[in-house]
């Protein structure tokens, strides 16, 4: 069963036709023939809304149910969704950016990093019914995230199923040593910044060139076998914020959300960028972590201060 949209679109204003195009093709519709566009029965939603945009500026449009007569004729409806070719050339992008890996300076790589992960996800967005291609190009993705943290971040974390965080007592982390990588990028940073602003001001730090071999007795975060990392789709920051009590601050909400965005992608966060470009800016004058940290304190101090971060 499909969804059918039947429609013949007003000869005027050309704006309102070419809404309506985009709109069906970003939608995924599979066409029919010339006015007569498809989808699954659960985006039918969304072609009332277009049927009710094209029938106010004057077009004719319906919304109809459309079952196939028999198996022959289903697989051919089912053949118009085939993505393989939307696949390919997402494939394409993601081989242009493994080649160029080397290359490139950590930011860019991880800003283009970001680009291949979101077209894939917009695409899958109108895959409706996915087969082999888009398992292998969410196995090409992850490799390419695998490419990236060998060559810049050795370590980086790997997110631990289990999703429980127990809630912990502030008053008992008190002047404590914690340790994280050495070289720290966004999340580490931030991680850094909600100890000694939030949990632990007398905090001690240590930059670990080799993580496995953490001192016993310190408090890890952000690298495998750490305390506080990655617990599912969290990174380590929005973790150390749900242990301590601090995730009902919406100030610091609105941070976590750009850490996410800059560490592991997802929903595109307005500040991602600025910050981004100063962190990097603040890695290429520093090379003593401490240094980099007390810079980055000020930029995480300021974004938290800023006008226009809720109260």
Not at 66 to 71: F, G, S, T, V
Not at 240 to 262: E, N, P, T
């Amino acid at each position: 069963m499909w969804s059918v949209l039947i429609v013949t679109l007003p000869t005027r204003p050309n704006a309102v036709r070419l809404r309506i195009w985009r709109a069906l093709k970003s939608l995924g519709c599979a066409a029919l023939r010339d006015g007569a566009y498809l989808l699954p029965p659960a985006q039918a939603p969304a072609l009332e809304a277009l049927a009710e945009e094209v029938r106010t500026h004057g077009g004719t449009a319906s919304v109809l149910s459309l079952a196939p007569r028999d198996e022959v004729q289903r697989q051919e409806i089912l053949a118009q969704f085939d993505r393989s070719e939307a696949y390919a050339a997402w494939q394409g992008t993601a081989t242009t950016l493994e080649q160029a890996l080397p290359g490139l300076a950590e930011t860019e790589a991880r800003r283009r990093l970001r680009a291949v992960a979101e077209a894939l996800a917009t695409l899958r967005q109108i895959d409706y019914y996915p087969g082999a291609a888009a398992e292998q190009a969410e196995t090409r993705l992850a490799a390419l995230r695998q490419a990236l943290d060998a060559q810049f971040s050795r370590g980086e974390p790997s997110a631990r199923l289990d999703a429980r965080i127990p809630r912990l007592d502030v008053r008992q982390f008190q002047g404590k040593r914690w340790a994280t990588r050495a070289r720290p990028w966004v999340d580490r940073l931030a991680c850094a910044w909600l100890v000694r602003r939030f949990i632990d001001p007398q905090a001690r730090i240590l930059w670990l060139a080799d993580p496995a071999r953490a001192p016993r007795g310190v408090l890890g975060f952000d690298y495998d076998g750490a305390r506080f990392t990655h617990v599912g789709s969290r990174v380590s920051a929005e973790v150390l914020m749900l242990s301590f009590g601090l995730a009902q601050d919406a100030r610091l909400q609105r941070i976590a959300a750009v850490v996410h965005y800059l560490d592991v992608g997802g929903i595109p966060a307005p500040e991602a960028a600025g910050l981004e470009a100063v962190l990097a800016g603040l890695r290429e004058l520093h090379a003593d972590d401490d240094q980099l940290l007390a810079a980055a304190m000020v930029v995480f101090d300021a974004l938290y201060a800023a006008p226009g971060n809720p109260a």
